[in-house]
């Protein structure tokens, strides 16, 4: 019977559709990442691996899996985490899971604008530490959203669904694609304008690229340069598209007013100085973490498995 390795515990309904399928599931029993050595181990003889973003998907591993195998599922839109020189070399299929997490991830990446914008950590911490002293006209003063520019770099599925969102704030949208997007040009009336064009504009910057070696810390102290010290970043993309030491150096010397981040270079360590910072908001890569969103990736990674395993072309093919 082949064998699946799911490298977590991971929500219904992956493991039983896999077994209801005939095939042995093996599932590491932990919400942490298992270490290297044990992925190593268990990976051995393996047709399927379900692998989570954080896992590294490299020679070694598929060397260690051995010529049973024949698709890595990765729970996850992003795929960086994959070597696909390495797969297509062995005849391995890599899938992900787009689509149904673009919804989720566009409503956290709202979470994170308004909260930085609006400052709302900080106020929250001020009730907290019994620190408030009452109304002042002058407190926390945030951003006014209504009428402010919305820089989006990057318009794929995610990019748009927070465009779309902005409309209702009374956002003017700017983005910078190598392509156009239909519905950003059209219904929601945004500029697609070069990069540096855009940098010196925007009010809020959001970043919805994949890691790419173009990608890779595309937003340097260079870049962070160009942007109003008045602006807010928010980045719910891949961490390593900003260079964090840069930008702890900008939000620490008033050179950008806040950051709301869900994704960090070099995951789950934060960059010296980051957490220390008042006008940071920080959340632990929660970008697709809905109940609903996880099943969906879920059922999408069992489709994928079932679909290689049966010869047939996968749903979301990435190799
Ligand atoms: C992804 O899917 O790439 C997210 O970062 C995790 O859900």
Not at 108 to 126: C, F, I, S
Not at 163 to 179: E, H, L, S, T
Not at 249 to 269: K, M, N, S, T
Request: aromatic share 2%.
């Amino acid at each position: 019977m082949p064998r699946v390795l799911i490298t977590r515990r991971l929500p219904p309904p992956a493991a039983e559709r896999l077994r209801a399928a005939g095939l042995t599931i093996e599932m590491v029993d932990q919400d942490e990442p298992p270490s290297r050595a044990e992925l190593l181990a268990r990976v051995r003889g393996c047709a399927a691996l379900i692998t989570m973003l954080s896992e590294r998907v490299d020679a070694e591993l598929l060397d260690a899996a051995g010529p049973d195998l024949r698709v890595v599922a990765n729970y996850a839109v992003g795929f960086n985490n994959i070597d696909l020189d390495a797969c297509r070399q062995r005849n391995v299929r890599v899938t992900n899971t787009p689509g149904v997490l673009t919804e989720a991830t566009a409503d956290l990446t709202w979470a994170l604008l308004l909260a930085a914008a609006r400052r709302v950590v900080e106020g929250d911490r001020l009730m907290r530490t019994g620190t408030w002293t009452g109304w002042q006209p002058q407190q926390l003063l945030g951003l006014e959203l209504h009428g402010a520019v919305l820089g989006l770099i990057g318009a794929g599925r995610i990019g748009a669904a927070v465009a779309r969102r902005a409309v209702g704030f009374g956002m003017r949208i700017v983005y910078a694609d190598p392509r156009p997007c239909a519905e950003l040009d059209g219904p929601l009336g945004a500029q697609r304008v070069p990069l540096a064009e855009l940098l010196p504009q925007v009010d809020v910057l959001s970043l919805h690229v994949p890691l790419t070696p173009e990608t890779r810390h595309l937003l340097d102290a260079r870049a962070l340069a160009q942007v109003k010290p008045t602006a807010i970043l928010v980045n719910t993309s891949r961490g390593p598209v900003v260079d964090e030491g840069a930008l702890v150096a900008a939000l620490r010397a008033g050179r950008l007013a806040a950051a709301g981040l869900d994704v960090y270079e070099d995951e789950p360590r934060l960059a010296p100085g980051l957490a220390e910072l008042p006008n940071v908001v920080l959340l632990p890569h929660l970008g697709s973490a809905t109940v609903l969103t996880r099943q969906r990736m879920s059922a999408l990674v069992a489709d994928n498995v079932l679909a290689v395993l049966a010869g047939r072309e996968p749903p979301n093919a990435v190799t």
